[in-house]
């Protein structure tokens, strides 16, 4: 019997979740998750959705593509609250999938992956094999917490609100234009999760939205 063991663990940055990958002889019968997460945030004026950038040490992005885990830390010593550390991508960035007590709905960290799941982080640290378990990073991240979006804003963050409108259902072109179809659907969001329906994204608005 092969002893089952974490060959990738998937971080996707739009839901925000961490899902296993197991092979093995029990890897059926394993936990898989989703175990909620959160990645880096990125520093002002830099696009982590943007492969190479978000590789690039310096930019506080959870970096995207395929990495091979290297090895794995009880803790950082920089930063106790952060357990079971697994390290990927270069040792250099300090790149890793960790517990953290804070793990909120928006990009949040300096480019680690957060687990909030304590648990979850000890099975990714105590199952992955160095140079052989994968770190999957996908998708692209949420909109920056405390934005303010109202009609006549454009650019990436309007597109990725009219994302995860239509994602809750909501009959919208995703083209980035806060326009009067857009803030007619905003207002309506509001008004179906009981808060103010003033048309305007804020704080409020996106912990619904992105709940």
């Given at each position: 019997m092969t002893q089952s063991y974490i060959s990738k663990v998937i971080v996707d940055l739009w839901k925000q979740e961490v899902t296993l990958v197991w092979t093995g002889s029990n890897a059926a019968?394993?936990?898989?998750?989703?175990?909620?997460?959160?990645?880096?945030?990125?520093?002002?004026?830099?696009?982590?959705?943007?492969?190479?950038?978000?590789q690039k040490s310096g930019t506080n992005c959870t970096p995207k593509g395929d990495f091979t885990v290297i090895r794995h830390e009880?803790?950082?010593?920089?930063?106790p609250d952060a357990e079971w550390v697994t390290r990927f991508q270069d040792d250099y960035r300090g790149i890793a999938v960790h517990y953290y007590p804070i793990v909120p709905k928006?990009?949040?960290?300096?480019?680690?992956?957060?687990?909030?799941?304590?648990?979850a982080a000890k099975l990714i640290h105590d199952y992955t094999k160095p140079g052989q378990s994968i770190v999957s990073v996908r998708d692209e991240?949420?909109?920056?917490?405390?934005?303010?979006?109202?009609?006549?804003?454009?650019g990436e963050d309007v597109?990725?609100?009219?994302?995860?409108?239509?994602?809750?259902?909501?009959a919208?072109?995703?083209?980035?234009?806060?326009?009067?179809?857009?803030?007619?659907?905003?207002?309506q969001f509001q008004r179906d999760y009981s808060?103010?329906?003033?048309?305007?994204?804020?704080?409020?608005?996106?912990?619904?939205?992105?709940?």
């Open positions: 019968t394993q936990n898989k998750g989703p175990f909620h997460c959160t990645p880096g945030e990125g520093i002002s004026g830099v696009n982590c959705d943007n492969v190479t950038t978000s009880r803790r950082f010593s920089e930063f928006y990009p949040d960290s300096n480019g680690c992956v957060r687990i909030a799941n304590l648990e991240l949420r909109p920056k917490f405390g934005i303010i979006l109202r009609r006549g804003s454009t597109r990725k609100v009219q994302r995860q409108l239509v994602d809750k259902g909501y919208l072109v995703v083209d980035g234009d806060f326009g009067p179809k857009t803030e007619a659907i905003m207002k808060l103010i329906s003033d048309g305007i994204f804020g704080r409020q608005t996106y912990g619904a939205l992105f709940a």
